[in-house]
Protein backbone atom coordinates (compact mmCIF):
# COMPACT_ATOMS: atom_id res chain seq x y z
CA UNK A 1 0.00 0.00 0.00
CA UNK A 2 1.65 3.64 -0.75
CA UNK A 3 2.67 5.27 2.24
CA UNK A 4 1.32 8.88 2.60
CA UNK A 5 3.69 11.63 4.51
CA UNK A 6 1.36 14.67 5.03
CA UNK A 7 3.37 17.81 5.01
CA UNK A 8 2.28 20.26 7.89
CA UNK A 9 4.18 23.40 6.53
CA UNK A 10 1.82 26.75 6.97
CA UNK A 11 -1.10 25.80 9.53
CA UNK A 12 -1.14 28.11 12.29
CA UNK A 13 -0.13 26.77 15.13
CA UNK A 14 -3.83 26.49 16.84
CA UNK A 15 -4.80 24.23 13.27
CA UNK A 16 -1.53 22.18 13.91
CA UNK A 17 -2.77 20.83 17.31
CA UNK A 18 -6.17 19.93 15.64
CA UNK A 19 -4.35 18.55 13.03
CA UNK A 20 -1.87 16.23 14.69
CA UNK A 21 -4.74 15.07 16.85
CA UNK A 22 -6.37 13.66 13.53
CA UNK A 23 -3.43 12.24 11.98
CA UNK A 24 -2.74 10.47 15.07
CA UNK A 25 -6.15 8.91 14.33
CA UNK A 26 -5.81 8.24 11.01
CA UNK A 27 -3.62 5.76 8.60
CA UNK A 28 -0.28 8.31 8.27
CA UNK A 29 2.74 6.13 7.66
CA UNK A 30 5.09 9.63 8.52
CA UNK A 31 4.70 13.03 8.77
CA UNK A 32 6.39 15.54 6.41
CA UNK A 33 8.42 18.14 8.40
CA UNK A 34 10.15 20.68 5.99
CA UNK A 35 12.77 22.76 7.58
CA UNK A 36 13.78 26.41 6.09
CA UNK A 37 16.84 27.69 6.60
CA UNK A 38 15.70 31.59 4.09
CA UNK A 39 19.07 30.95 2.13
CA UNK A 40 18.67 27.41 0.88
CA UNK A 41 15.52 28.23 -0.49
CA UNK A 42 13.42 31.37 -0.16
CA UNK A 43 11.96 30.68 3.49
CA UNK A 44 11.60 29.54 6.72
CA UNK A 45 9.78 26.94 8.39
CA UNK A 46 10.22 24.84 11.85
CA UNK A 47 12.60 25.78 14.27
CA UNK A 48 13.84 22.87 16.53
CA UNK A 49 11.66 23.98 19.54
CA UNK A 50 8.65 23.31 16.98
CA UNK A 51 9.87 19.99 16.30
CA UNK A 52 10.48 18.66 19.43
CA UNK A 53 6.45 19.83 20.18
CA UNK A 54 5.67 17.92 17.33
CA UNK A 55 7.71 15.13 18.00
CA UNK A 56 6.00 14.76 21.51
CA UNK A 57 2.74 15.15 20.15
CA UNK A 58 2.41 12.29 17.90
CA UNK A 59 3.78 8.59 18.07
CA UNK A 60 3.89 8.91 13.94
CA UNK A 61 7.23 8.78 12.77
CA UNK A 62 9.03 12.11 11.51
CA UNK A 63 10.03 12.61 8.24
CA UNK A 64 12.35 16.19 8.43
CA UNK A 65 13.12 17.56 5.06
CA UNK A 66 16.66 19.95 5.47
CA UNK A 67 16.56 22.73 3.14
CA UNK A 68 19.19 24.10 4.45
CA UNK A 69 22.97 25.40 3.28
CA UNK A 70 25.39 23.10 4.85
CA UNK A 71 23.02 20.65 6.19
CA UNK A 72 25.65 18.41 7.46
CA UNK A 73 26.68 21.06 10.11
CA UNK A 74 23.17 20.77 11.89
CA UNK A 75 22.43 17.28 11.43
CA UNK A 76 23.11 16.32 15.33
CA UNK A 77 20.20 18.54 15.91
CA UNK A 78 17.86 16.69 14.28
CA UNK A 79 18.68 13.54 14.85
CA UNK A 80 16.49 12.51 18.05
CA UNK A 81 13.23 13.35 16.39
CA UNK A 82 13.76 11.80 13.63
CA UNK A 83 13.10 8.62 11.67
CA UNK A 84 13.73 9.76 8.23
CA UNK A 85 16.17 12.65 7.61
CA UNK A 86 16.77 14.34 4.25
CA UNK A 87 19.18 16.38 3.10
CA UNK A 88 19.37 18.23 -0.69
CA UNK A 89 21.91 17.04 -3.01
CA UNK A 90 22.70 20.26 -4.32
CA UNK A 91 23.32 21.55 -0.53
CA UNK A 92 25.86 18.81 0.51
CA UNK A 93 29.55 18.97 0.01
CA UNK A 94 30.45 15.24 0.49
CA UNK A 95 26.90 13.38 -0.09
CA UNK A 96 28.60 9.57 1.23
CA UNK A 97 30.25 10.91 4.31
CA UNK A 98 27.15 12.85 5.52
CA UNK A 99 24.32 10.20 4.58
CA UNK A 100 26.77 7.62 6.60
CA UNK A 101 26.90 9.95 9.46
CA UNK A 102 22.96 9.57 9.65
CA UNK A 103 22.93 6.26 9.37
CA UNK A 104 25.46 5.83 12.45
CA UNK A 105 23.26 7.46 14.35
CA UNK A 106 20.49 5.03 13.91
CA UNK A 107 18.10 7.56 11.60
CA UNK A 108 17.39 6.59 7.76
CA UNK A 109 18.75 8.89 5.73
CA UNK A 110 17.67 9.93 2.39
CA UNK A 111 18.49 12.34 -0.65
CA UNK A 112 16.56 15.53 -2.15
CA UNK A 113 16.88 15.92 -6.30
CA UNK A 114 15.29 19.70 -7.08
CA UNK A 115 13.43 19.74 -10.29
CA UNK A 116 16.22 21.03 -12.19
CA UNK A 117 18.72 17.81 -10.99
CA UNK A 118 19.08 14.95 -13.18
CA UNK A 119 18.52 11.24 -11.61
CA UNK A 120 21.62 9.75 -12.66
CA UNK A 121 23.67 12.25 -10.83
CA UNK A 122 22.41 10.82 -7.32
CA UNK A 123 22.67 6.81 -8.88
CA UNK A 124 26.16 6.70 -7.28
CA UNK A 125 24.65 7.45 -3.30
CA UNK A 126 21.52 5.47 -3.63
CA UNK A 127 23.10 2.40 -1.96
CA UNK A 128 23.84 4.84 1.24
CA UNK A 129 20.09 5.92 0.89
CA UNK A 130 17.02 4.60 3.09
CA UNK A 131 14.77 6.78 0.62
CA UNK A 132 15.52 9.14 -2.19
CA UNK A 133 12.72 12.40 -2.53
CA UNK A 134 12.15 13.46 -5.79
CA UNK A 135 10.75 17.36 -5.98
CA UNK A 136 7.76 17.79 -7.87
CA UNK A 137 7.80 21.61 -7.58
CA UNK A 138 11.10 24.13 -6.38
CA UNK A 139 11.47 23.64 -2.61
CA UNK A 140 10.17 26.69 -0.35
CA UNK A 141 6.14 27.00 -0.38
CA UNK A 142 3.46 24.44 -0.14
CA UNK A 143 0.07 24.76 -2.79
CA UNK A 144 2.69 24.91 -6.23
CA UNK A 145 1.26 22.88 -9.24
CA UNK A 146 3.42 19.61 -9.76
CA UNK A 147 5.67 19.72 -12.29
CA UNK A 148 4.97 16.42 -14.86
CA UNK A 149 9.17 16.00 -15.84
CA UNK A 150 9.38 14.37 -12.04
CA UNK A 151 7.59 11.22 -13.09
CA UNK A 152 10.29 10.42 -15.83
CA UNK A 153 13.00 11.24 -13.38
CA UNK A 154 10.66 8.37 -10.68
CA UNK A 155 10.53 6.03 -12.88
CA UNK A 156 14.52 6.05 -13.91
CA UNK A 157 15.22 5.98 -10.30
CA UNK A 158 12.65 3.35 -9.44
CA UNK A 159 14.46 1.32 -12.37
CA UNK A 160 18.02 2.10 -10.93
CA UNK A 161 16.80 0.15 -7.44
CA UNK A 162 15.40 -2.31 -8.64
CA UNK A 163 17.99 -3.33 -11.41
CA UNK A 164 20.14 -3.02 -8.29
CA UNK A 165 18.42 -4.72 -5.83
CA UNK A 166 18.19 -1.99 -3.47
CA UNK A 167 16.02 -1.20 -0.78
CA UNK A 168 15.33 2.26 -1.04
CA UNK A 169 11.97 4.00 -1.01
CA UNK A 170 11.16 6.54 -3.79
CA UNK A 171 9.25 9.57 -2.21
CA UNK A 172 7.61 12.68 -4.31
CA UNK A 173 7.08 16.07 -2.79
CA UNK A 174 5.16 19.13 -4.17
CA UNK A 175 1.73 19.48 -5.80
CA UNK A 176 0.52 15.87 -4.80
CA UNK A 177 -3.37 15.35 -5.06
CA UNK A 178 -4.96 12.35 -5.99
CA UNK A 179 -4.60 13.09 -9.90
CA UNK A 180 -0.61 13.48 -10.18
CA UNK A 181 -0.69 11.44 -6.83
CA UNK A 182 -1.76 8.13 -8.95
CA UNK A 183 0.66 9.53 -11.99
CA UNK A 184 3.51 9.36 -9.34
CA UNK A 185 2.44 5.81 -8.11
CA UNK A 186 2.08 4.84 -11.80
CA UNK A 187 5.74 6.01 -12.29
CA UNK A 188 7.23 4.11 -9.22
CA UNK A 189 6.59 6.35 -6.21
CA UNK A 190 6.29 4.56 -2.98
CA UNK A 191 5.45 7.66 -0.47
CA UNK A 192 3.51 10.02 -1.51
CA UNK A 193 3.96 13.86 0.38
CA UNK A 194 0.87 15.77 0.47
CA UNK A 195 0.02 19.15 1.94
CA UNK A 196 -2.75 21.68 0.52
CA UNK A 197 -4.74 18.62 -1.26
CA UNK A 198 -4.87 17.05 2.42
CA UNK A 199 -5.34 20.58 4.48
CA UNK A 200 -7.71 22.64 2.12
CA UNK A 201 -10.69 20.15 3.00
CA UNK A 202 -12.36 19.52 6.14
CA UNK A 203 -12.09 16.14 5.64
CA UNK A 204 -8.93 15.41 6.24
CA UNK A 205 -9.42 11.67 7.16
CA UNK A 206 -11.14 11.44 3.59
CA UNK A 207 -8.65 12.32 1.88
CA UNK A 208 -6.52 10.11 3.69
CA UNK A 209 -7.29 7.26 2.62
CA UNK A 210 -8.33 8.78 -0.96
CA UNK A 211 -4.46 9.08 -1.29
CA UNK A 212 -3.92 5.17 0.28
CA UNK A 213 -6.04 3.48 -1.64
CA UNK A 214 -4.72 5.17 -4.94
C1 LIG B 1 7.88 22.50 -0.46
C2 LIG B 1 7.80 21.49 0.63
C3 LIG B 1 6.62 20.60 0.59
C4 LIG B 1 5.29 21.30 0.60
C5 LIG B 1 4.25 20.39 0.01
O1 LIG B 1 9.16 23.03 -0.50
O2 LIG B 1 8.94 20.65 0.62
O3 LIG B 1 6.69 19.59 1.59
O4 LIG B 1 4.89 21.71 1.86
O5 LIG B 1 3.04 21.04 -0.04
P1 LIG B 1 2.01 20.84 -1.24
O6 LIG B 1 1.52 19.43 -1.16
O7 LIG B 1 0.98 21.86 -0.97
O8 LIG B 1 2.76 21.10 -2.53
ZN1 LIG C 1 9.07 18.87 1.88
Given amino acids: M ?28 LIHVDVMD ?14 KNIFQKTTI ?6 MIEEPHKYIK ?24 EIKRYGVKPYLVIKPNTSA ?29 KALEKIKKIKKYINENNLNVLVEVDGGVNNVTGKEAVTAGADVLVVGS ?4 DNDIMDRITKIKNL
Fill in 2 to 29: IKISPSILGLASERLNEVIDVLNMSKTD
Fill in 38 to 51: GKFVPNTSFTIEQI
Fill in 61 to 66: PLDIHL
Fill in 77 to 100: EYIPYAEYLGVHYEAVKDCENTLR
Fill in 120 to 148: EEIFPFLSHCDMVLVMSVEPGFGGQKFIP
Fill in 197 to 200: YLFS
